[in-house]
C-alpha cells in the first residue's frame, strides 16, 4: 500500500499495534522521497525506544496500524520467494519440454534459477534460527506469565489482595498469555511453511496458458528468447 505525504497526517500520533493485539507504541514522524511517497515511519516504542521503521513492516486494516514482528516480515519475504522461484522453474521446464525455447536461452535461464533457489535456502538458515529463538523467547514468557498467574491466585484465596485487585491482575496476565501463544502458533507455522518449501519438488505438472503465437511466427519455431543476466 503507497501512502502518500498528503496522506499521512490520518496517521500521525495514532497508536501501532502487532497482529496479536499488543499495543506497541505510537507514530510520531515520517519519511518521503521526492515523488511523496512515504518510506518509513518514526515509531515511539513504549516511550522509551524510537525507530524508524520501513512502511513494507506495516498494514493498514479497519483503521488500525499494525506492525508485522521482523521474524514474521522476514518469513513472509522468503515463503515468498521460494514459491516464485519454484513456479518460474516449472514454467522454464514446461516451456523447455514443449520445445519452445532455444537450447542457450534454455540452460542460461536454468543456471539463474538454481542460483537463486540455492541462495533463498541459504538464507532460510538464518530464517529458521531466528523463528527458533522467537519460539524460546515466547516460551520463556510464557513460563514467566504463567507464575505470576499462580503468584497472583495464591495471594487472592489467601486472603492478601481483594477480588477486584486479584480480577484485574488476572485479566491482563491472562491477555498477554494468550497474545504469546496465538503469537507462538504463528511462529511454528511459519516454521513448518518454510521447512515444507524446501523440501518440495519443483511441480512440473502445473500447467500455464497457452503461448498467443507471434504473428508471422512459422508454427513450431522456437520463440526468441532475450536472456536477461541475473534473472530471478
Not at 516504542?45 to 514474521?72: A, H, M, S, T, Y
Amino acid at each position: 500500500m503507497d501512502i502518500l505525504v498528503d496522506q499521512v497526517d490520518e496517521y500521525l500520533g495514532k497508536p501501532v499495534i502487532d497482529p496479536y493485539n499488543r499495543r506497541l507504541g505510537y507514530v510520531i514522524g515520517f519519511y518521503s522521497d521526492a515523488d511523496g511517497r512515504v518510506r518509513a515511519l518514526e515509531i515511539s516504542l513504549g516511550d522509551v525506544e524510537f525507530k524508524q521503521l520501513d512502511i513494507e513492516r506495516f498494514k493498514f486494516e479497519n483503521g488500525n496500524i499494525i506492525l508485522l514482528p521482523e521474524w514474521e516480515f522476514l518469513a513472509l519475504q522468503l515463503e515468498n520467494r521460494i514459491l516464485r522461484l519454484k513456479k518460474r522453474m516449472a514454467a522454464l521446464e514446461e516451456l523447455n519440454a514443449r520445445k519452445d525455447l532455444p537450447k542457450h536461452a534454455y540452460d542460461s535461464f536454468k543456471k539463474n534459477l538454481e542460483e537463486s533457489l540455492m541462495k533463498a535456502k541459504e538464507d532460510a538458515k538464518a530464517v529458521k534460527e531466528l523463528l527458533r529463538k522467537r519460539i524460546h523467547e515466547l516460551e520463556d514468557s510464557i513460563l514467566e506469565l504463567e507464575k505470576a498467574m499462580t503468584s497472583i491466585k495464591v495471594s487472592y484465596l489467601s486472603g492478601e489482595i481483594p477480588e477486584k485487585a486479584y480480577k484485574s491482575a488476572s485479566e491482563h496476565i491472562r491477555k498477554h498469555l494468550d497474545s504469546c501463544e496465538l503469537e507462538k502458533e504463528s511462529v511454528k507455522q511459519h516454521l513448518d511453511k518454510i521447512e515444507a518449501l524446501e523440501s518440495q519438488p519443483v511441480d512440473l505438472s502445473v500447467k500455464s496458458a497457452p503461448i498467443p503465437q507471434a504473428q508471422g511466427q512459422p508454427a513450431g519455431q522456437p520463440i526468441p528468447v532475450v536472456v536477461l543476466e541475473g534473472s530471478q
